[in-house]
């Protein structure tokens, strides 16, 4: 009887603590539209003056447009960040309003928005799901259990374990991945129109926003300015992506 009650008390106690938790909770739990503008407008702004002062700095060297990459790049792995909480509905609390700003956001991220909304939202489905996996899951955040793994033949395991190699993973199919694949709707279904659409709408935005750089600034500096924050950013951004999903002690 003393068990029963300690344990009834335990349970109590631990749900007055959750109650708590979540009221204390609950003032971060909401979109702040005025933070939100903020926070995009003042990312986007310092991208575009980051990629101006790169194109400029070409006139005196290319080794110093480089070298302003990376911090393109972070900008660009943050305008990602606002795209993915647009996608979840969870930046404005207008539906409209996510839309408009991660379609925003798409045209530097280069990752169609309604597309990859929808993929990403198959992935929140089904990781961590033994029993779902093979569905909306990819290689940074999908894995075999030891038994599958041996159970592949030779051939199998070898394209397994070369695909997740670091440099593979990390270093090369990234910039491919962002650059080429999602050029293309590669894994969507024909009956996703709207979202089928939509690569094709990215892609025109992009075709038109970089023809128009290379008439006024021209392809070569287009592309010393462009293909290294693409490279960096994708790289940074699937390792970000690849070890919230997967690191020692996870289950």
Same mark, same amino acid.
């Given at each position: 009887m003393t068990d029963t009650l300690r344990n009834q008390t335990n349970r109590d106690v631990q749900r007055a603590e959750r109650r708590s938790l979540l009221a204390g909770?609950?003032?971060?739990?909401?979109?702040?539209?005025?933070?939100?503008?903020?926070?995009?407008s003042s990312t986007a702004l310092a991208y575009v003056a980051t990629v101006a002062a790169m194109y400029a700095a070409l006139k005196m060297t290319v080794?110093?447009?480089?070298?302003?990459?990376?911090?393109a790049a972070g900008l660009v792995v943050r305008l990602f960040i606002l795209q993915h909480d647009?996608?979840?509905?969870?930046?404005?609390?207008?539906?409209?309003?996510n839309e408009f700003v991660g379609w925003l956001c798409s045209v530097v991220t280069l990752?169609?928005?309604s597309s990859w909304r929808r993929q990403h939202a198959g992935h929140h489905a089904v990781w961590n799901n033994l029993d779902q996996r093979?569905?909306?899951?990819?290689?940074?955040?999908?894995?075999?259990? #030891?038994? +599958?793994?041996? &159970?592949?033949?030779?051939?199998?395991?070898?394209?397994?374990?070369?695909?997740?190699?670091?440099? /593979?993973?990390q270093l090369i199919l990234p910039p491919f991945v962002f650059l080429?694949?999602?050029?293309?709707?590669?894994?969507?279904?024909?009956?996703? #129109?709207? +979202?089928?659409? &939509?690569?094709?709408f990215t892609n025109l935005?992009?075709?038109?926003?970089?023809?128009?750089?290379? /008439?006024?600034?021209?392809?070569?500096?287009?592309?010393?300015?462009?293909?290294p924050v693409v490279v960096f950013a994708s790289i940074?951004?699937?390792?970000?992506?690849?070890?919230?999903h997967r690191f020692e002690d996870s289950e």
């Open positions: 909770l609950a003032q971060f739990q909401g979109p702040s539209r005025w933070r939100s503008i903020f926070q995009f080794w110093l447009t480089l070298a302003m990459s990376p911090l647009c996608g979840h509905g969870s930046y404005f609390r207008s539906p409209r309003a990752t169609p928005f093979h569905g909306g899951a990819d290689i940074y955040s999908a894995c075999l259990t #030891r038994q +599958e793994y041996l &159970d592949l033949s030779p051939r199998r395991r070898w394209f397994y374990r070369i695909t997740r190699h670091p440099v /593979v993973a080429l694949l999602f050029r293309v709707p590669f894994d969507t279904p024909r009956t996703w #129109r709207k +979202e089928r659409r &939509d690569v094709h935005a992009l075709a038109i926003t970089f023809s128009g750089l290379a /008439v006024v600034l021209g392809w070569k500096q287009v592309l010393l300015v462009q293909l940074a951004g699937v390792w970000l992506f690849s070890v919230q």
